[in-house]
Structure formats: structure tokens, C-alpha cells
């Protein structure tokens, strides 16, 4: 059946972390663009040796926390300045009672924040994605447990299953495997 | 293998006398594997025989305590021992208890995060969880205590049936706030936690449900380099948020009381009071499940959370709770030093009771024992590392915590500040079960929770094991060769 499948890439398990990381070192250097390491938790120092800046993650957050403090500061200040406005305790309803607004700034700047995190998370993931090609290598399933795979795509300008096989098998990558769609 | 497990590099650490090792914190040098098996196992095959009988047990209580509520939304709130001059009694004690146990599980989660607390891995998902039901019991409280609970919507930042807004100047309105905030962030937060580890299940599991249910939750994640980068940031900017979010919670719970003028509650120092205390009673409670779980039913999870973990708890119980006694002898000299009589009252006499005219000083006392006296215990060694010992103290702190809060908020509305207008309070067996019941509430989304889900953030643990060190490794003697630029300028190596 698989040969009627698009090639996806080509998929290596390594040994350990370091390895992994030695091995995504040696592919960064090699030129590729199109590929990917997967292992079960975050290896630090990973992002440099695939040639990953910082996450721009902070951004949107930033833009949400913002909305946050600006949605606390209308849905205060309208109201109680020109819809309806409250006298309790004789306080008085303009900018002075602002300090009396603070706490629900905070909570709404936070909750923004916290739900521009977790959405911008999942887009710039690009998850959920419930199939992926690489679902379709049995040994990967590994990777949530102690597996660590480094995948090169085929889509990459200097893919080539033959030389590719070859230097994933040179750094030391095992079951070396060709992943298809 | 030992000079994997102590760095910065390998030369310096064989010349390290041994006692000045740290000591690793997955016990026993398990690998990967043997974390993800062992986790994931506790979710997987039929339910123990243990388990049914306590889910039935707490299932039981919970329905209990929904009855009770039923009962409570049918008959108004006259079924509950309230009235003037106590407007306020357990189901206020109830809810600032409860929310107050929430706050362990996201000072685990986020602020030992930020203070690169490794040991947090181990625990926090639990912790988080415990959060998570905490404060769905204490949302029940506000949520009925209005009587009518169609009313409940009057809570929300809109127009009620008469056009007119809620008052946003209101310490119960930032309440709302603050508390669907604190809920909605940590869920997000857990949640976010959680996808690694469905990931393993949906990975494992066998049966076509499981893998089903897990992959839908999974998201697909395929442990990818290019995600764990956002992922890494993302749990680092939740950590951030929620830091100041878990403190403003109880400070704004602690407004509903500090912003009033009755004496007893109308006290600048209650912000950092309730939120030490919140604190300490949250981690009292995340012991009382956790050593039950570790030592009676799950024994594999022994070298995951080890002594050292329960030695580091207790001294955080000792912290919070000496803070928590500091705050009462501050109240008591703050009502001293002002001179105003009604402090006085409320202080010395309803709860300290020096002349005999208060009417709750057994509860005033028996506060001070549990919350100040019995965590000193925890000055010695020997008792941090006896479960016995811990066990016993979490116990005392669970019911002083309670009681804090009722002496706070009966004492002082109970005998305020006209003696003709003072009125005994007592609850009703309403009151009661509905409180029992949100245990059987708590223990029964708990036991669901360590039946269904990874109890021990498995991806964060394995970051803390030696294998992870992507520079340490024993089988990659060469790969320090490659880099010995990182291996001796990384920051991650130098705080392990």
C-alpha cells in the first residue's frame, strides 16, 4: 500500500539527548530547513543547535493582556460614569473612584493574557492536529516515552532519500526509516 | 554514574565531599521509561478494588451534600443556622477555606516554577488539580448563599432586570473577578501541562476508547522541537501570570472582610495574612492526599515523590505558618496600640477571652494550637521526615486553617459592637452536610482525577533526571567534546 503514499521524509531514532542534540547540530550545519526533532520533554540547548531563536510567543500575550486592561477599563468606567452611574457611601463617580478599579484591571489583564497564551500556543503550533505522517512510523510512538527522532521532509531542497539515509546513519541515527504520507 | 548526577563538570564534582551531593530527586536513578511506566500504569487495566470502595464512599458524601443544596435552593436560605447578627457564617468559612487550600497547587505550579524549584515536577500536577476541585467546592458557597440562586447572574458585570450595573467599587464584585479568573487560568494552565502526557496514554493505550478519548485531548502532540520551543515559553508566561494572580486571589477574598468596618475584619494586614495562610493550608492539604497516595496505594511512586519532598513541604508549612502566627499577635497589638474599644472587645475579649464574655474563644484557641503550636514541630528534622509525624500536623492544620476562618468571621459579627444587638450563632445540619459534602465532592473529582489522568507530570519530571542533560550523559562521553563551550557556560547545567 505505501508505495501509492507520498514520501513524508525520512525519520532516525537516536540514542539519548545528547546524541539527538549532537546529531540536530551536525543537520543544521548540513544546510536543511525542513526538518524537525522530537523527543519526550524539552532538551535545553536544543533550540540552538536546530538553529531556533526565542520564541515570539510574548507578543501576542502581550497584545491580549493589553485587550485585558483595555475591555476592565470600558466595562468599568463606562457604566458607572455615564450608564448608570452608583453612588454608594457617598463616593464619588468620576476619575477618583479609579483606584477602586484596579483589582478587576488586574484580573481581566490576567485572564486576557492567559487565554491569549494558550490560543496563540496552539496556532503557532499548529495543533490540534490529530494525524500527522509521522503517526504512521510504529517505532514513533516513542516519543512520549524515552524516544528520541530527529525527521528530515522530504519537501527539503537538499532531501535526498539516498545521501540523507547516509548521513542520518554517519551521525549515529538508528532504524532509519522513509515516513509517507 | 554518580558524577552525572552532581555537575557543573564531572572534574570538579568527583573532588565534591560526598555530604555536599544533591541529592537527586528521582529516587533510586529510574530512567525514562521506567517514569513513563510506572505513571502511566496507575490509569491504566481495571480500577483497583480500593478505589471503588472510596469513590463509592466520597460518592456517597458528595450526593449528601447535594441533597443538601437541593434542599437549600427549595427552602431558602432560613434552613441554614444564619440570621442576624451573623449574615455571614460557614458558608463564608466554607468558601475563603477552600479557595484558600487552591493556592498550594499554583504556588507549586507557577512560583516554584519561577524560583527554579525542581522538585516542584513531581507533585505539582497533583497539586494543580487539588486547585482545580478546591475551588470548584468553593464556588458552590457564593453561588447558593444568595438564596435565590436565579439570582445568581446578578453576580455578573452586566445590567441586572432593572437596568442597573453592579457596583464595580465592591470587594464582592472583584471577588467575582477573582475568583473566575483564578479558575479559568488554572485550568488553562493544567490543561496545558497535561498535553505531553496524554500524548503518552494516547501512545500506550490499548483500547480503542482510550485511544480515542486521549488522542482527541493529546492534540496530536507529537513531542516536536519546533512546539517544545513555544511550549517552554508559553509555560513560562502562564508561571509568570499566574505568580501575581494567586496572590491578588486572596487578597481580594481578604477585601470582602478588610474593606468593611467591623472590627476584627476592618485590618490592613489581612492581604498578606490570608495569603500566607492560604497558602500553608493548601499545602497541608496537598500532604493529606499525597502521602495516603504515595504510601497506601501507589508504593511505585516512592522514588518520584520522595522524603526529601515531604522534608521540603513541612518547612514551607513551618514558613507559612509562623507568618500566619505572626499575623495574630500583630492583630492582637494593632487592636492594643489603636485604643478603639471595639477592637479591644473583638480581640481581647470575644476571641482572646481575658474576662470570660466571649462566646467562640474554644474555637479562638483551638486556631492559635493548630495553625501556630503544632507546625513548630517541624523545627526538627526527625519529624519533617516521619509521615507520621507530617501527617498528623496536616491534619491539625486543615481543621485550625477552618477554623481561622470561622473565628474571623463569626467572633466578630456575633458580638460586634452594640451588646443588645448580639445574637449566638449555630449551624444547622444543613450547613453541616453541606460542608461534609463538598469533601465528598473534592475526594470523589480527586479520586477521578488519579484513576484517569497522569497523577506525576511525567514530561517534567524526566527533564530533571540525568539522562536529560543533554551534556551530562553517560553514553555521550564524546558529545562534551562537541560543545565545551555549553558544558560549561549553561545556565540550565549550573542550577541543577
Known sequence: MTEYHKVYGLGAQFASAAELMSAAETIRDAGFKSWDVHTPFPVHGMDKAMGLGKSWLSLPVLIGGTTGLITAVALECIPSFSIYPVIVHGKPIDWRTLPAFFPIMFELTILFSAFATVTSLLIMNGLPRWYHPVFNWERFSQVTDDGFFLVIEARDAKFNETKTRALLEEIGGKHVTLIHD | MSQVLDDPASEVTLETPVDLRRIPLVANKRDLHWITEHVSRICEGPAPFWWWVCFLITSIVACIGLFCIGYQISNGVGTWGENH?????????????????????????????????????????????????????????????????????????????NGIWPNFRSPLLWDVFAVSTYFTVSVLFWYTGLVPDLGTLRDRAKSRAAKYLYGIFA????????????????????????????????????????????????????????????????????????????????????????????????????????????????????????????????????????????WYQWAYWWMMFCNVVSPQIFWFKWARRNLIVVFIVCMFVNVGMWFERFVIIVTSLAQDFLPSSWGHYFPSWVEVWTFVGTFGIFLSLFLLFMRFLPMVAMSEVKIVTPEADPHAHGSGVGIDAHHPVEAASDSYKQSH
Open chain 2, 219 to 358: 492534540l496530536g502532540w507529537r513531542g516536536s522541537n519546533r512546539h517544545w520551543r513555544h511550549y517552554e515559553l508559553a509555560y513560562l508566561i502562564l508561571a509568570g501570570i499566574s505568580t501575581p494572580l494567586v496572590l491578588s486571589v486572596h487578597s481580594v477574598v481578604s477585601f470582602d472582610f478588610a474593606a468593611s468596618i467591623l472590627p476584627g475584619w476592618h485590618t490592613t494586614i489581612f492581604p498578606p495574612y490570608f495569603v500566607a495562610g492560604a497558602i500553608f493550608g493548601g499545602f497541608a492539604m496537598v500532604l493529606t492526599i499525597l502521602l495516603p497516595a504515595r504510601y497506601l496505594v501507589y508504593p511505585q511512586l516512592r522514588d518520584l515523590v520522595t522524603v526529601d519532598h515531604v522534608d521540603k513541604m513541612a518547612k514551607i508549612i513551618l514558613l507559612t505558618g509562623s507568618i500566619v502566627g505572626y499575623a495574630y499577635m500583630m492583630e492582637l497589638f494593632v487592636a492594643y496600640y489603636s485604643g478603639n474599644k471595639f477592637e479591644c472587645f473583638t480581640f481581647f475579649h470575644a476571641r482572646f477571652n481575658t474576662d470570660h464574655s466571649g
Open chain 2, 85 to 161: 447578627p451573623a449574615g455571614w457564617a460557614w458558608d463564608i468559612t466554607n468558601f475563603v477555606f477552600w479557595i484558600g487550600i487552591g493556592h498550594a497547587g499554583t504556588l507549586i505550579s507557577a512560583i516554584l516554577f519561577l524560583c527554579r524549584q525542581k522538585w516542584r515536577t513531581s507533585i505539582n500536577r497533583a497539586a494543580e488539580a487539588m486547585t482545580l476541585f478546591a475551588v470548584v467546592c468553593a464556588a458552590i458557597f457564593p453561588g447558593i448563599h444568595v438564596g435565590r440562586v436565579w439570582y445568581a447572574w446578578f453576580l455578573a458585570p452586566v445590567p441586572n432586570a
